[in-house]
C-alpha cells in the first residue's frame, strides 16, 4: 500500500469517525473522497448534514420525520410514499446552473 493510499484511509477513518454512529450504515457504499477529508473537524457542515438526514435516511419511519420537519418550517408537501434520502449527490446543482457542486445545505 502506498503512503497516499494509506493516508487516504486514515483521513476517511478520521472522517467517519465524526459521524453519528447511526449514520454510518448510509454512507458504506460510498466512494473514497465523497465525504471530504475535511469532515473530521468539529466544525463540518457536511459531517452534521450527513449525520442528521443520513440518519434520518436509515430510519424506517422516516416519512413521519421528514414531514414533521417540513411542517416545523411551514412547507406544505404531501410525501406520499417513503422519501428517498440521499446525502452528497454530486453533479446536479450545475444543472440547475447553481455554483456549488454539492448539496448539503438543500
Same mark, same amino acid.
Given at each position: 500500500? =502506498?503512503? !497516499?493510499? $494509506?493516508? #487516504?484511509?486514515?483521513?476517511? =477513518?478520521? @472522517?467517519? @469517525?465524526?459521524?453519528?454512529? $447511526? @449514520? +454510518?450504515?448510509?454512507?458504506?457504499?460510498? !466512494?473514497?473522497?465523497?465525504? !471530504? *477529508?475535511?469532515?473530521?473537524?468539529?466544525?463540518?457542515?457536511? $459531517?452534521?448534514?450527513?449525520?442528521?438526514?443520513? =440518519?434520518? @435516511?436509515?430510519?424506517?419511519?422516516?416519512?413521519?420525520?421528514? $414531514?414533521?420537519?417540513?411542517? *416545523? *418550517? &411551514?412547507?406544505?408537501?404531501?410525501?406520499?410514499?417513503?422519501?428517498?434520502?440521499?446525502?452528497?449527490?454530486? &453533479?446536479? +446543482?450545475? #444543472?440547475?446552473?447553481?455554483?456549488?457542486?454539492?448539496?448539503?445545505?438543500?
Amino acid at each position: 500500500m =502506498t503512503d !497516499e493510499i $494509506a493516508s #487516504q484511509i486514515d483521513v476517511h =477513518t478520521r @472522517a467517519r @469517525a465524526n459521524l453519528f454512529r $447511526a @449514520a +454510518l450504515p448510509h454512507i458504506d457504499d460510498w !466512494e473514497p473522497g465523497r465525504l !471530504e *477529508a475535511r469532515s473530521y473537524v468539529a466544525w463540518s457542515s457536511q $459531517a452534521l448534514c450527513v449525520s442528521v438526514w443520513g =440518519t434520518i @435516511a436509515e430510519r424506517e419511519h422516516r416519512r413521519v420525520i421528514v $414531514a414533521d420537519i417540513l411542517s *416545523a *418550517a &411551514g412547507v406544505v408537501l404531501e410525501l406520499g410514499g417513503t422519501p428517498k434520502i440521499e446525502c452528497e449527490v454530486r &453533479g446536479v +446543482l450545475p #444543472q440547475l446552473k447553481l455554483e456549488s457542486l454539492t448539496l448539503p445545505e438543500m
